[in-house]
């Protein structure tokens, strides 16, 4: 009778073990990619364009879904003048005080057809505050090549709105995420 428990939960955890075996992990590493925004000015013509390390973390796929965290060093944000990044670092995104920006992603669809986007929507910890957010990512190659287009409002997470010399940044900043990112063996 024992022997018939065993065999009938063995069948039920099956579909649980073989789900594990299929579930892959991918790494981020800050030297195989980049983090990129770009903020509006006023006047209009004004772009105001920086560049930072690449984010860190990882992204568990199973079953065409991907689940996972990433972060990025704010302290590498870069705009190409010195001043400007003096006073973005420590007067509006205070990395002093919060030094990384994390994104949490949940069941990400992967896109199926190479160049294909798809939807994704996660939780973006910037300034220390948690708000939603949604964009458009695609995971294609291998090595896998993940790139990712999101818009934050700098009010949604208390951050106050640049200003310098008569140019005025706009509210929403649009930003991308780029890695080329490793399995774990």
Not at 94 to 111: G, H, L, N, Q, S
């Amino acid at each position: 009778m024992k022997s018939h428990y065993m065999a009938l939960l063995l069948l039920l955890l099956y579909p649980t073990f073989s789900i594990m075996a299929q579930a892959s992990v991918y790494n981020f590493h800050s030297d195989k990619g980049t983090v990129q925004f770009v903020a509006k000015g006023r006047p209009a013509l004004i772009a105001i364009k920086g560049t930072g390390d690449g984010a860190t973390g990882s992204l568990n796929e199973m079953n065409g879904t991907i689940t996972g965290e990433i972060q990025f060093q704010l302290k590498s944000l870069n705009t190409g003048i010195d001043l400007r990044d003096s006073h973005l670092k420590s007067k509006y995104l205070e990395v002093e005080k919060f030094p990384i920006a994390t994104v949490r992603v949940r069941d990400f669809a992967i896109p199926t057809q190479p160049n294909e986007s798809n939807m994704f929507k996660g939780i973006l910890n910037l300034h220390g505050m948690d708000r939603p957010i949604e964009g458009e990512a695609t995971v294609s190659g291998e090595p896998k090549i993940v790139s990712a287009n999101f818009k934050i409002r700098l009010s949604d997470f208390n951050i106050e709105i640049p200003s310098f010399q008569g140019i005025t940044v706009a509210e929403e900043v649009q930003i991308k995420v780029e890695a080329s990112v490793s399995k774990m063996e």
